[in-house]
């Protein structure tokens, strides 16, 4: 599987601020993707971040709020805007392909983001 | 709207017993199908994948599928205090859904 590297690990941040998370993907990938995690729940998935367009965001998610990158295929960025206390959550992205079974995906370690 | 079912547990199971995780969803179309194991504080890590009905064995580890159910499953033999974090069912067709995920603790 792909080794894949998120920056920064974690982050304290004021509110009304902004944070940029990247991730850093050791091969080319096909898809990735952007999730949020919140204490004791599970994935939620913001936005599928596609090379050379714009990114494909989740019902609830807008990209006024959560602007991505991907310029290439082994690096997206995704910034968190204006930033409340509710947006304190881990932040992860994930990769799918090429080379794996269909659906596969794998994880980055995550940004554990904390708003003040 | 298309769902993925977990008891959240805790499942608390002996040492070297077997340890049952079950899963059911919502959209018969779904082919693809995967069990998330996520120790607390770390990103889930990618156990097993299953695309067709019947089981699949890695290890200690066993996948069971069955489509006309609706419902997928995860094994663990032997099953070690390592064993011990939440494990999430994932169910995919055009996106991948994820469960709320299962914690297993397993007694010493």
Redesign the interface.
Known sequence: ?AVISQKPSRDICQRGTSLTIQCQVDSQVTMMFWYRQQPG???T?IATANQGSEATYESGFVIDKFPISRPNLTFSTLTVSNMSPEDSSIY?CSVEGPGV??????????TRLTVT | QKEVEQNSGPLSVPEGAIASLNCTYSDRGS??F?WYRQYSG?????IM?I?SNGDKEDGRFTAQLNKASQYVSLLIRDSQPSDSATY?C?V?DD??I????TRLHILP
Request: without cysteine.
């Open positions: 599987s729940q599970s994935l998935l992860l079974l269909t659906g596969e995906q794998y994880f980055g370690p995550g | 082919q693809s995967f770390k990103s889930p890590e990618l994948s695309y999430l994932a995919r996106k991948i994820f469960g709320k995920g």
